[in-house]
């Protein structure tokens, strides 16, 4: 009798194992026919397929999207226009009060040094990247980009962020398409996704209460569509989210996306890193957050490809997760390996250390069998 007992337990496991399967398996059949998926099936996907069966059906979809042998990269620099900043978001080690010790604000003569050091090593983007900064309005950032324009017309200008550009909209009593218009006239080429965190506002009131609310990132976004100005989406995970939240942004980036106007490029392309705690009020206030795993760190790459299917291009950040883990996501569905970042000041104070030269990357790409594609700010190969 307790013999038939657990034979039966044994035989309603090895069911319930074969419909979960047979779920698993259409739910990535429909997500290999670029069909979107919805958030309770991404949610089943994370909770249920196995690593191997994400990265395989996120490789395959990245093949059909992109050309499967390349893998592009870019040389690049992140200059920080100052780091004064009145956010506080608790996960950022790198601002400071304006007006306190260490405030500081980068003058022409640095410009001009870092970006001839970046002309020589063969890069031509300027990441500009500011903070909430109260004393520099829209005419700051108009002279600023006008300048750097006249004095390197061959440079493009990938600067700012939804949080920026809502903040000086506010403080200027402007519209969000009026600020973007003159900064786009003044030398603006493309928006970064920066600041996104995660677009749930349960979460951004948590870890960046003072930074603009989802609908509001999401609106500079949409307006910056309309533009056709080239923008790019973030997630920052890891920190207090869930994963149902996390897969509410994905699907909300995607929604946005899928809604431009006809011929506007939209976002170019996604990419997720985790959250570096080292040092942060975050991780004083929530001493239990787990840093991401290099296996969890994959598996949302994967997972954003598999969401992901209607934006072309998905970069894994080596920058946070180190050359070995970025050589992984290549085959989870990333076929963009971003930037050589000469320099980088915000996840680096936090503890994210790595480093690459163009030599390096173009010898990380090759070893894991891909050709190295160097690229243009907008995914267009550099010439
Ligand atoms: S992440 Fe950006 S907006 Fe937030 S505090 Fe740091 S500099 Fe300011």
Request: charged share 20%; net charge negative.
């Given at each position: 009798m ?20 047979k ?42 999207l ?14 920080n ?36 050091a ?5 890069g ?9 900064d ?14 750097l324009?006249?004095r ?5 200008l990938h ?27 003044a ?5 970064p996704g920066?600041?996104a965190?995660i ?10 209460p003072n ?9 500079v976004m ?10 790019s ?14 897969i ?13 106007p ?7 392309a ?45 970069q894994?950040s080596?920058?946070t997760?180190?050359?070995?883990i ?20 915000v ?34 190969p550099?010439?």
């Amino acid at each position: 009798m307790k013999k038939n007992i657990s034979v039966n337990i044994e035989i309603g496991k090895m069911q319930i194992f074969i419909e979960m399967q047979k779920m698993t398996e259409s739910i990535l059949d429909k997500a290999l026919s670029l069909e979107f998926i919805s958030l309770d099936e991404a949610k089943y996907l994370y909770k249920h397929a196995t690593l191997g069966d994400l990265m395989s059906v996120a490789h395959q979809i990245r093949n059909i999207l992109n050309n499967p042998q390349q893998v592009s990269w870019i040389v690049d620099r992140n200059v920080n226009i100052s780091n004064r900043c009145v956010c506080g978001c608790k996960f950022c080690n790198f601002h400071v009060k304006p007006g306190s010790d260490g405030a500081y604000i980068t003058t022409e003569a640095e410009y001009d040094e870092k970006i001839n050091a970046l002309i020589e090593k063969g890069g031509n983007q300027l990441l500009l990247q500011g903070g909430l900064d109260p004393k520099a309005g829209l005419d700051f950032y108009v002279s600023l980009f006008s300048d750097l324009k006249k004095r390197f017309p061959q440079i493009k200008l990938h600067a700012l962020g939804p949080a920026e550009v809502h903040f000086i909209a506010q403080r200027s009593k402007l519209s969000v398409e009026e600020v973007l218009k003159t900064l786009v006239a003044a030398g603006l080429d493309s928006l970064p996704g920066a600041g996104a965190e995660i677009l749930v506002d349960r979460v951004r009131t948590i870890v960046s209460p003072n930074k603009c609310t989802s609908d509001e990132w999401l609106n500079v976004m949409r307006v910056a569509h309309t533009l056709n100005l080239c923008t790019s989406a973030t997630m920052m995970f890891g920190h207090v989210e869930t994963i149902d939240e996390r897969i509410e942004h994905l699907i909300k980036i995607r929604e946005l996306h899928q809604n431009r106007p006809e011929g506007a490029s939209g976002f170019s392309a996604f990419i997720a890193w985790p959250f570096q705690k080292s040092g942060t009020v975050l991780e004083r206030d929530f001493p239990e957050i787990q840093t991401v795993s290099g296996e969890e760190y994959i598996r949302m790459v994967a997972l954003s490809r598999i969401v992901l299917v209607n934006i072309k291009n998905i970069q894994a950040s080596w920058l946070t997760v180190g050359k070995d883990i970025g050589q992984m996501c290549l085959f989870a569905g990333a076929n963009d390996l971003g930037s050589i970042m000469i320099e980088e000041n915000v996840v680096s104070a936090a503890g994210a250390h790595y480093t690459m030269t163009a030599e390096q990357m173009v010898a990380t790409i090759e070893e894991a069998g891909f050709t190295p594609l160097k690229r243009n700010q907008d995914y267009t190969p550099y010439l």
